[in-house]
């Protein structure tokens, strides 16, 4: 199985600054029609997962501006330009190319 | 949007069985693979079991395979896991979602396996 190593895996973000979350990938995860199936997810406190970014770079419908994914090969980012409240949560990464897909062990996000 | 209610969560003892559902509902269900994921208490996200829209193309995690069956009635928007053999190794939130984007999720619902 592909193991998604995430890093750190708790951040302490003062409200207003940049937060940055790294997944490394232990295969490259660019599919066989060109697309490379890396995606990211917000669990908030209580809440159930929801996906954020897909595609590494894709912005889900309703998800704020401030969220941006990048990346490529195994390397990828998820990052955040002004943390807010409604921020605090697990961040999960996901790949969806090699099966079966699998997931990072999550990145604490919390309010310094 | 895919709205995803899932049940049939509980207790049960080591070596027993359940059955969970999910319903859906806001777009057509047979267009979309769906998949199992499940959350350990205080735990990460583990992909458990998927199936295909019309029903092929079914998979499963080595953890489970041999014990939880993944089937789905598109006639009536529903998919289903059963689980059989079950231990404590499988106390978690499962939760529906669409197929392995996983766009669209669940409430989830809470299965604990305990004597």
């Known amino acids: 199985d592909v193991v998604m190593t995430q890093s750190p895996l708790s951040l302490p973000v003062t409200l207003g600054q940049p937060a940055s979350i790294s997944c490394k990938s232990s295969q490259g995860l660019v599919y066989s029609d060109g697309s490379t199936y890396l995606n990211w997810f917000q669990q908030r406190p209580g809440q159930s997962p929801r996906r954020l970014i897909y595609?590494?770079?894709n912005r889900d419908s309703g998800v704020p501006d401030r969220f941006s994914g990048s990346g490529s090969g195994t390397d990828f980012t998820l990052e955040i330009s002004r943390v807010e409240a409604e921020d605090v949560g697990i961040y999960y990464c996901m790949q969806a190319t090699h099966w079966p897909p699998t997931f990072g062990q999550g990145t604490k996000v919390e309010i310094k | 949007e895919m709205q995803l209610l899932e049940s049939g969560g509980g207790v049960v003892q080591p070596g027993g069985s359940l059955r969970l559902s999910c319903a859906a509902s806001?777009?057509?269900?047979?267009?979309?693979?769906m998949s199992w994921v499940r959350q350990a208490p205080g735990k990460g996200l583990e992909w458990v079991s998927g199936?295909?829209?019309?029903?092929?193309?079914?998979k499963y995690a080595d953890s489970v395979k041999g014990r939880f069956t993944i089937s789905r009635d598109n006639s009536k928007n529903t998919l289903h896991l059963q689980m059989n053999s079950l231990g404590v190794e499988d106390t978690a939130i499962y939760y529906c979602v669409t197929g392995i984007t996983m766009k669209d999720w669940g409430q989830g619902t809470l299965v604990t396996v305990s004597s």
């Open positions: 199936i295909g829209g019309s029903g092929g193309n079914i």
């Open positions: 806001g777009v057509t269900f047979s267009s979309y693979a």
């Open positions: 595609k590494v770079s």
